[in-house]
């Protein structure tokens, strides 16, 4: 059971002083991520953000800088590890006991101040990997402005299927070419074929967009034929990053029907490095509530947990650095912002449908969120959708225009949760480059 603890109190300050100065990540956050020092040999190994630092949990592991009890022990024997799946696999309890230790070591005047310093790394000098070994992606769809805004484009005359309202719609995804902030790609190449003509042309993609999405890892996973119920789902959800699903829209627009995105979307997909632990967001869970004339969910998926306090008030924001930007000293543009909290369906209900089959999840199981947009057209997630369907170019600082993604031009997503009473939390951050396509497969 997820509640308010005493690693949320907005009161607690850090002996790492860098962590009580607006960093995304102060001691009310502790997210953790795969690392080691930047060029070096060293094994990756797991790590919590604390400030501009990373406390090296496989060291702490080893020595006896913390006193611990038997399911912390656990948790941190697991931190050697170069993926978290072992501690995913742990559960909730696991999990739990070791932010509480860590809480309390890393507070001012903890008396493991001494032992625990030696095994800081500066967060600057480090390179990560991705969380874990992701099994399986599926990838949702939970923005419902995101899905009419998109679905008019496609088809003017029917843009939100009727099925939208009652399940949350998913694809599953590829998780091979998912990779960890810092991903630089090419520019796919595949089919596209113009409306006006007859048969469809090969070449590189020419509408390349991002979609701004939340990643949510599994962590302890269920038996095949045993559904996770809505209420039990949160307890098997270990964190969420900040997750990039690029996608080439002319691609899609040609492949998608009938069996959905394909070639469009498994070229690469981006996940920040730091995993926020869906404890660390308690506070920031708000109601669910959907307006009165939609339909209410089904019964599996509808609960007074869930419209109490199902969503989450996570603000999402996209930038874009182009190489001209770059070169002229430009900061990264923001492109838009918009808050999780306007999905259409909460984790929990893409937990439970998504079983509610019988599927079974396994631990480092990755569901994006899909694109959240918001109601208004500036909370877009979507070049897609900020250009109309590239019919209205973006205007950059420097000059340049936009409709869709350009050779060299950098995705950067935020992520950050506010609140009065509460500390801040950041996300990190999760970026990208679009390389020039690949000159060998335009035979
Ligand atoms: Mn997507």
Redo the contacts with the bound molecule.
């Keep these: 059971m997820l509640t308010l603890n005493e690693t949320h109190d907005a009161n607690l300050l850090s002996w790492v002083d860098s962590a009580n100065d607006r960093s995304d990540f102060p001691i009310q956050n502790l997210p953790l991520a795969v690392f080691r020092r930047s060029g070096s040999d060293e094994p990756f190994r797991v790590g919590v953000a604390i400030g501009d630092q990373i406390l090296d949990l496989a060291g702490v592991a080893q020595s006896d800088a913390l006193t611990t009890d038997n399911l912390c022990a656990r948790a941190l024997a697991t931190c050697g590890d170069d993926t978290l799946n072992r501690l995913m696999a742990l559960g909730l309890p696991h999990w739990s006991a070791l932010r509480l230790t860590l809480s309390r070591a890393l507070r001012c005047e903890a008396e493991e101040q001494t032992a625990l310093t030696r095994w800081l790394v500066p967060m600057t000098g480090v390179e990560y990997r991705l969380p874990c070994q992701i099994g399986d992606y599926t ?1 949702f ?1 939970t923005s419902i402005y995101h899905a009419t805004s998109v679905g008019s484009l496609f088809r003017p005359d029917n843009p939100l299927l009727p099925n939208y309202k009652w399940l949350p719609i998913g694809y599953h995804g590829r998780s091979s070419s998912i990779a960890v902030s810092g991903q630089n790609f090419h520019r796919p190449y595949g089919q596209t074929k113009a409306p006006d003509a007859q048969e469809p042309a090969f070449g590189p993609c020419r509408r390349l967009d991002y ?1 701004l ?1 939340l990643g949510i890892f599994i962590g302890t996973g269920n038996d095949a034929g045993a559904a996770i119920q809505l209420d039990q789902a949160e307890q098997h959800v270990f964190g969420l990053c900040l997750f990039n ?1 690029w ?1 080439a829209r002319d691609l899609q627009a040609w492949e998608y029907q009938p069996l959905g ?1 394909f070639l469009a ?1 498994n070229f690469a997909s981006t996940v920040s490095p730091w995993v926020i632990s869906l404890e660390a967001l308690v506070p920031f869970f708000v109601p669910f509530a959907r307006p009165a004339d939609d339909p209410q969910p089904l019964p599996y998926l509808n609960s007074e947990k869930n419209c109490q306090q199902g969503a989450v008030d996570i603000q999402l924001s996209a930038h874009l650095l182009s190489a001209q930007m770059s070169r002229q000293g430009h900061a990264p543009a923001q492109l838009s912002q918009s808050s999780f909290r306007h999905s259409y369906w909460t984790i929990n209900q893409m937990v439970a449908h998504h079983t509610v089959n019988g599927c079974n999840l396994q631990p480092g199981d990755l569901f ?1 969120s ?2 959240q947009s918001g109601p208004t057209p500036e909370e877009a997630g979507s070049l897609l959708e900020l250009s109309c369907g590239g019919k209205i170019p973006l205007t950059l600082p420097g000059g340049e225009s936009r409709t869709f993604l350009e050779d060299g031009d950098t995705v950067i997503f935020t992520g950050w949760c506010e609140k009065p009473g509460f500390a801040r939390i950041g996300f990190g951050q999760v970026q990208a480059t679009v390389l020039p396509a690949h000159p060998d497969m335009g035979a």
């Design positions: 990838d769809y979609e999405e699903d996608s995105p979307k994006g899909g694109t």
